[in-house]
C-alpha cells in the first residue's frame, strides 16, 4: 500500500493540471488570429489531400476546408516546409459544417486543440524535472514557470509552429530519458516517433533526435553497457524515426533529395521574407548578432534568466566534479546535453546573422530546455544552501510565480507583448509589440462596445500590415459584432476618406523611424503618417506592459 503522503501530492498534480487546462480553454475566445494562420491550415491541408489521395484517389483530394480555406497541391505549396503534422489529429475539423460564423468556429477548435498539445508540453516538463530532480515538487515548478511565463501563455493558444516544435521537443527528451535509462521496445519507438514529428515541425527537431542518440551511445560506451539489445534498440530508434518521418511527410514523397534540400536552405534563413524587425530602435535586417539572447532576456521573467544562467554554470561545471561514469551515470548528462543544444542553436544565430522573423520565437523551442534549466539551477544554489536559506530560495520562486500569474491575469489578453524591467518604460518604441496582429480582433470588439449608436460603423487601415490584419479579425469576430461594421479599403497606400475609424498597428510607423533606411515601398504610407493622425481623435489605445500596441482613430 502507498503511503498516504505519495498518494496526496499526486492529487495535488492531478488537481492544478486540471485547473491549468480549464483555465487555459476558458480564455482561448479572447485572442485573435495571428498573421500565419491561415497559411499553416493551408499546409495542413495539403498534406491532407495527400493521404485522401494515397487512399481514395485523386479525384477526391479536397480542394479546401468547409469553410473555403483551399488547400494548394503540394507541388505548388511554398511553405511545405512547415510540417504540422501535430494537427494531423485535428484535420477532421477541417470538414465539418459550422453553419453561420463557421470561420470563428474553426479558429476557436483550432486554438482550443493547440493549447490542449501545449497542455501535453507542460505535463512532459513536469515528467523530466520530476525525473530528474527525484522530487515531485522540481516538476510541479518547472511546469508552473512554463504555463505562467507570459507570452508562451499566450502563444500556447494560436502559434501552431514554433510553439509545438518545443512541445515535441519535450515529449521526445522524456521518452530518450526512458530509452537511455530503461531500454525497453515501447520507449524506443515513442523517443522515434515524437522525434520524427518534432522534426516534421521544424529542423530543429532532427538535431535533438540526433543529439538524443549520440547521448545514448556515449552512456553506454562509458558505462561499458553495450550488448546485442542495445545495439538492436539503437537501430531500431534509426529505422522508426526514418519510417515515421516519411510517413508523416507528404512532401516527401515524389522527390525526398529535393524536398530535405528545399527544407534546409529555408530553415536555415529566412530570406525569403522581405520584412525588417525593429530592435533597440533601429529597423533591422539581418539582426545583430545579440539579437536573440537580448531578446530570450529581455521577454523572460528575470528570476527564470537567472536561473537559467545558473543551471548554465552548474551544466558546464558537472563533468569536472564528477568522473565520467558517475556522470553518465546519473542525470547531469542530461542537463549537459540541453545545454550544449541551446548553445549550438544560439551560436549558430550568432555568428552566421541569418534573416529572422520578429522576436526570438524561431528560437522558442528552445525555451522548454532552458526552464529545464533554470529548474536545475534552482537545485545547484538550494544544494549549496544550509537551514532556513533554503526556504529563501523557495520563497523567492514562489514570489516569482506568483508575480507570473498577476501579470498573466491583469494583462490578459496581451501577454504576448510581455517584456521584463530590462526593456526599460516604453518597450514598444525600441522593440516589436503586436507584429502578428493578435489584438485586432479586440480592439475591433472594443470598438463597437464603444458606440452609442446601434447603426454599422465602417473601419479602415492605413497600411497593407493592418489592413491584412484587420481583415483577418473581420472575418472571425462573433456575428453579432460583425453585423454592426465593414471594412473599406480603396488600396494599401490611400487612406479610405469616407470610413468612420481608422485602424493603426504601430509598426509600420516603427520602421520607418529609423531615417538611416531608405523608404520601402511596402511601408510609404507610414512616412509622416504621424502628421496626419496628430489631427484625428484618437479613441482606442491598446496598452500594455507600458506599449502601444493598437490605436483607433475617428475619421473626420
Request: with cysteine; aromatic share 16%.
Amino acid at each position: 500500500m502507498q503511503p498516504k503522503s505519495n498518494r496526496s501530492y499526486r492529487w495535488i498534480v492531478v488537481i492544478l493540471f486540471l485547473i491549468m487546462t480549464a483555465a487555459g480553454l476558458f480564455v482561448t475566445p479572447d485572442y485573435g488570429m495571428p498573421w500565419d494562420e491561415l497559411t499553416e491550415i493551408r499546409t495542413l491541408g495539403t498534406n491532407v489531400r495527400e493521404y485522401i489521395g494515397l487512399v481514395r484517389g485523386a479525384d477526391a483530394k479536397p480542394a479546401q476546408s468547409s469553410t473555403g480555406i483551399e488547400f494548394p497541391d503540394v507541388s505548388k505549396n511554398v511553405d511545405i516546409d512547415h510540417g504540422q503534422s501535430v494537427y494531423y489529429l485535428f484535420s477532421p475539423a477541417l470538414f465539418l459544417q459550422y453553419g453561420e460564423g463557421g470561420a470563428r468556429t474553426l479558429m476557436l477548435l483550432w486554438h482550443g486543440y493547440t493549447f490542449l498539445m501545449f497542455m501535453a508540453g507542460v505535463l512532459a516538463i513536469y515528467c523530466i524535472a520530476s525525473y530528474l530532480a527525484k522530487n515531485w515538487r522540481y516538476g510541479l515548478v518547472a511546469s508552473l514557470l512554463l504555463y505562467l511565463s507570459p507570452r508562451f501563455f499566450a502563444e500556447s493558444h494560436y502559434n501552431n509552429k514554433d510553439i509545438m516544435t518545443m512541445v515535441m521537443i519535450l515529449i521526445c527528451l522524456w521518452f530518450a530519458i526512458r530509452w537511455i535509462e530503461k531500454k525497453t521496445v515501447g520507449a524506443t519507438l515513442l523517443f522515434a516517433l515524437f522525434g520524427a514529428l518534432a522534426a516534421n515541425m521544424r529542423i530543429s527537431g532532427l538535431a535533438f533526435f540526433g543529439l538524443c542518440g549520440l547521448l545514448y551511445l556515449v552512456t553506454l560506451t562509458v558505462k561499458r553497457e553495450w550488448s546485442i539489445k542495445a545495439l538492436l534498440l539503437g537501430i531500431l530508434a534509426i529505422f522508426a524515426f526514418c519510417a515515421f518521418y516519411v510517413a508523416l511527410t507528404p512532401g516527401l514523397w515524389n522527390d525526398p533529395l529535393k524536398f530535405i534540400s528545399y527544407v534546409f536552405s529555408r530553415s536555415s534563413n529566412f530570406s525569403d521574407w522581405p520584412g525588417y524587425v525593429f530592435y533597440m530602435g533601429y529597423a533591422q535586417r539581418p539582426v545583430p548578432w545579440h539579437y536573440i539572447p537580448v531578446m530570450i532576456a529581455i521577454t523572460t521573467p528575470l528570476l527564470i534568466v537567472v536561473l537559467l544562467l545558473v543551471g548554465n554554470v552548474a551544466a558546464i561545471v558537472s563533468p569536472f566534479r564528477h568522473k565520467a561514469k558517475e556522470l553518465f551515470s546519473g542525470e547531469h548528462k542530461y542537463y549537459l546535453m540541453m545545454m550544449v543544444f541551446v548553445w549550438a542553436f544560439l551560436g549558430f544565430a550568432m555568428v552566421t546573422r541569418p534573416i529572422l522573423y520578429d522576436s526570438w520565437r524561431h528560437f522558442y523551442f528552445l525555451y522548454g530546455l532552458l526552464i529545464l534549466l533554470a529548474v536545475y539551477g534552482l537545485r545547484s544554489i538550494v544544494s549549496l544552501l544550509k537551514g532556513r536559506w533554503k526556504w529563501v530560495a523557495f520563497g523567492a520562486v514562489g514570489a516569482q510565480i506568483l508575480a507570473m500569474l498577476a501579470i498573466v491575469i491583469l494583462s490578459h489578453p496581451f501577454q504576448f507583448v510581455y517584456f521584463n524591467a530590462l526593456a526599460g518604460s516604453n518597450p514598444g518604441e525600441r522593440y516589436d509589440v503586436d507584429y502578428w496582429n493578435v489584438s485586432q480582433a479586440k480592439t475591433l470588439m472594443n470598438l463597437i462596445d464603444t458606440v452609442d449608436s446601434d447603426e454599422q460603423i465602417s473601419v479602415t487601415a492605413a497600411d497593407w500590415y493592418t489592413g491584412d490584419g484587420l481583415e483577418k479579425a473581420y472575418n472571425i469576430l462573433p456575428e453579432s459584432y460583425q453585423k454592426r461594421m465593414r471594412l473599406i479599403f480603396v488600396g494599401y497606400y490611400t487612406i479610405a476618406r469616407g470610413a468612420d475609424y481608422l485602424m493603426i498597428n504601430p509598426r509600420g510607423m516603427q520602421i520607418c523611424s529609423d531615417k538611416t533606411l531608405e523608404p520601402r515601398q511596402q511601408w510609404i504610407l507610414a512616412y509622416g503618417l504621424d502628421v496626419y493622425l496628430s489631427g484625428l481623435n484618437k479613441i482606442i489605445s491598446q496598452r500594455a506592459f507600458g506599449s502601444e500596441l493598437m490605436m483607433v482613430y475617428q475619421m473626420p
